[in-house]
C-alpha cells in the first residue's frame, strides 16, 4: 500500500521569507502524479500544485514550486515570499496511474508571522 | 456558484440517531468521492462513485451508506450515529480520476456526535 509521509507537522515562516514543506512517499509504482493541497482555516482544500511522475521538470505555479525527486521518493513544497494567506494546513497527496484514490499525508500546519 | 456543494455544514446530533449529508456538483464531473478528515486532521477516502457507479468502498462500518441518484450528486447517509462519527466529512468531485485530474472539495461538513 502507498503510504505518505509529512515529518513536520508544524512550521513557521516569516511573511516575505520562504519556507520548504517536506513530503516522501513509498510506493512501487513508476506511474504516478503527487499534489498538495491547501486547507485554510475555512476549512476548504484547495490545489495548489501537480506533478506528473515521468516529467522531469519541476512544476511552477507562481510562488509555489516543488522539488520533485523521484529516486528518492520525495516530493517537498517551496513557498516564495510567504504571505499571511499562505497560513494553513498543507496535504501532499499521491495518486497511481489509473487509480481513482488519492492518498494524503497526515499534513504540515503552517503558520506565517508578520 | 459553488462548484461542490454540502449541506448541512454543520451536523450535531444524539448518539444512536440516522442523519444525512448532501452533496451536488456543477462542474459536470463524472467521479464523486466522500473523504472523512479526523480530530487530528488526516485525511481519509471513504467511498467514490463513478458515473453512479461505486469504485472505491474503504474499510469503513457499513452504517455509513453512499447513494449517488445521478452523476451530480453524492449524498451519504449513516445509520445509528456513535461518537466516533465526530468528524468532517468532504465531497469531492473530480473528471475522470486516474490521472492528473484535480479534485474539487466541498466546504466540509462538522459532524459532532453528542
Known amino acids: 500500500a502507498q503510504t505518505v509521509t509529512q515529518s513536520q507537522p508544524e512550521m513557521s515562516v516569516q511573511e516575505a521569507e520562504t519556507v520548504t514543506l517536506s513530503c516522501t512517499y513509498d510506493t512501487s509504482e513508476s506511474d504516478y502524479y503527487l499534489f498538495w493541497y491547501k486547507q485554510p482555516p475555512s476549512r476548504q482544500m484547495i490545489l495548489v500544485i501537480r506533478q506528473e511522475a515521468y516529467k522531469q521538470q519541476n512544476a511552477t505555479e507562481n510562488r509555489f514550486s516543488v522539488n520533485f525527486q523521484k529516486a528518492a521518493k520525495s516530493f517537498s513544497l517551496k513557498i516564495s515570499d510567504s504571505q499571511l494567506g499562505d497560513a494553513a494546513m498543507y496535504f501532499c497527496a499521491y495518486r497511481r496511474a489509473g487509480s481513482y484514490q488519492l492518498t494524503f499525508g497526515k499534513g504540515t500546519k503552517l503558520s506565517v508571522i508578520p | 456558484d459553488t462548484a461542490v456543494s454540502q449541506t448541512p455544514k454543520y451536523l450535531v446530533t444524539q448518539m444512536g440517531n440516522d442523519k444525512s449529508i448532501k452533496c451536488e456538483q456543477n462542474l459536470g464531473h463524472d467521479t464523486m468521492y466522500w473523504y472523512k478528515q479526523d480530530s487530528k486532521k488526516f485525511l481519509k477516502i471513504m467511498f467514490s462513485?463513478?458515473?453512479?457507479?461505486?469504485?472505491i468502498n474503504e474499510t469503513v462500518p457499513n452504517r455509513f451508506s453512499p447513494k449517488s441518484p445521478d452523476k451530480a450528486h453524492l449524498n451519504l447517509h449513516i445509520n445509528s450515529l456513535e461518537l466516533g462519527d465526530s468528524a468532517v466529512y468532504f465531497c469531492?468531485?473530480?473528471?475522470?480520476?486516474?490521472?492528473?485530474?484535480?479534485?474539487?472539495f466541498g466546504p466540509g461538513t462538522r459532524l459532532t456526535v453528542l
Open positions: 462513485y463513478n458515473n453512479k457507479e461505486l469504485i
Open positions: 469531492a468531485s473530480s473528471q475522470g480520476g486516474g490521472g492528473y485530474n484535480e479534485q474539487f
